[in-house]
């Protein structure tokens, strides 16, 4: 008998939904369970032929336990050693090289030196970034956003040098990355399930959290479909993820991959409505079904790699240092990237303090778009 466990947090429809569809199925040797785990030692033995992680993202010691349940010889959708490793702006890189269209994307040091770090730290860091280039290459309006993470938390959009410099500073101590802004017309969210069952569905952002998903959509662009069909599966072969959503925002018919870091994937019915949720059960227990037979992949090596190799250009020298102050030479001590010190012209009166309105929902200040709405699945 193979045994199928789900490993889940706050979520209710979906996890038991797909426990029945799984064990109605009628498929012969197979039954699914939701995982039951305690303390494991390094010789408990292996209990699940496969696991789907819908929540290790927020528990690290389910994160860890997946690992061991990987060396043990258990399948694990999706795979927990690439999702510790990836990250957003990677995401981007890949897409890229797949030939996947992204937004211009530039990836910032934290605002605020990461724990138990000084200026002294900073060794390698260019000081003062190089903003002109940086601001000149992305442009404003754009979005401010975390390399990593979900739910919508600390996205800012951003129309101007003030609010970027106010945004930075509230960003502390998370990675960010700046990103041109895809003023669209159409958006998507797309489920993608075993790298090869794709589902569209209209999602516009704009809604608040429990209407974003349209109900009763207008039909979809028979190219712009196939478009996106394919970028997702490009996306979701290059990363090696089986179970991801994937989202576009279209602008003059160009699809944009705007984040496909989504491994556990809102599945909620209340917010995915009835239609898309049915989509979603029906094939996941149709893929994990004819997954879990097939056994374990080696983890040799990562997915992206056969993808990107063709795309590889030879090193380029860094970006030249800007003269210093005093031309120092000898060790370089980066100072601290603390506060919003920029070599770009400010706007007159900025002092580096937030602007009036700075994090509330106003569309003159850094919108704080989560604080409005959040995603209460925490996508990843
Ligand atoms: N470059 C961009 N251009 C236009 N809109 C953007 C851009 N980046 C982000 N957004 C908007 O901000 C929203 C949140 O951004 P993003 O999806 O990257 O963050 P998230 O925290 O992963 O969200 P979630 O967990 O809901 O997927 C997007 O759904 C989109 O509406
Ligand atoms: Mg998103």
């Not at 490793?85 to 890949?94: E, S």
């Not at 601001?135 to 101007?160: L, M």
């Amino acid at each position: 008998m193979k045994k199928i466990g789900i490993l889940f947090g706050q979520e209710r429809s979906f996890p038991y939904a797909l426990i029945d569809r799984i064990n109605a199925s009628g498929a012969h040797g197979v039954v699914a369970e939701p995982v039951q785990v305690g303390g494991i030692s390094l010789e408990s033995p292996r209990i699940y032929d496969l696991i789907l992680d819908r929540i290790s993202q927020d528990i690290p010691f389910y994160r860890a336990i997946l690992k061991k349940a990987v060396a043990d010889g258990t399948i694990v959708v999706n795979n927990p050693f690439w999702w510790s490793a990836d990250d957003k702006f990677f995401n981007n890189v890949v897409a890229k090289g797949v030939g996947v269209a992204v937004p211009k994307t530039v990836i910032l040091p934290s605002n605020q030196h990461p724990p138990d770090t000084t200026s002294e730290s900073m060794s390698n860091l260019l000081f003062p970034l190089n903003w002109d280039e940086i601001f000149s290459h992305i442009g404003f309006p754009a979005f401010f956003k975390p390399y990593s993470g979900g739910g919508w938390k600390n996205v800012y959009r951003v129309a101007n040098l003030e609010e970027f410099f106010a945004a930075y500073k509230e960003s502390g101590q998370n990675v960010m990355t700046l990103q041109e802004e895809i003023v669209f017309d159409e958006y998507f969210r797309c489920y993608a399930i075993g790298r090869k069952h794709v589902h569209i569905m209209r999602y516009d952002p704009r809604q608040p959290h429990e209407n974003r998903y349209v109900q009763r959509p207008e039909p979809i662009d028979p190219g712009l479909y196939g478009r996106i069909r394919n970028d997702c599966l490009k996306l979701t072969n290059a990363l090696g993820y089986d179970f991801d959503t994937l989202e576009f925002a279209v602008r003059d018919g160009i699809p944009y991959a705007i984040d496909f870091l989504n491994p556990a994937p809102d599945a909620d019915v209340a917010s995915v409505g009835a239609e898309n949720f049915e989509w979603v059960l029906s094939h996941a227990s149709q893929w994990l079904i004819e997954r879990v037979p097939s056994g374990a992949e080696p983890v040799a090596r990562y997915h992206w790699q056969d993808f990107l190799a063709s795309h590889r250009e030879p090193a380029r020298a860094a970006l030249p240092a800007r003269p210093r102050p005093g031309g120092a030479s000898g060790p370089r001590r980066a100072a601290a990237p603390t506060g919003p010190r920029t070599a770009a012209p400010r706007p007159s009166g900025a002092s580096g303090s937030p602007p009036a309105g700075a994090g509330d929902a106003s569309p003159r200040g850094p919108r704080r778009q989560p604080s409005a709405s959040p995603d209460p699945k925490g996508e990843a």
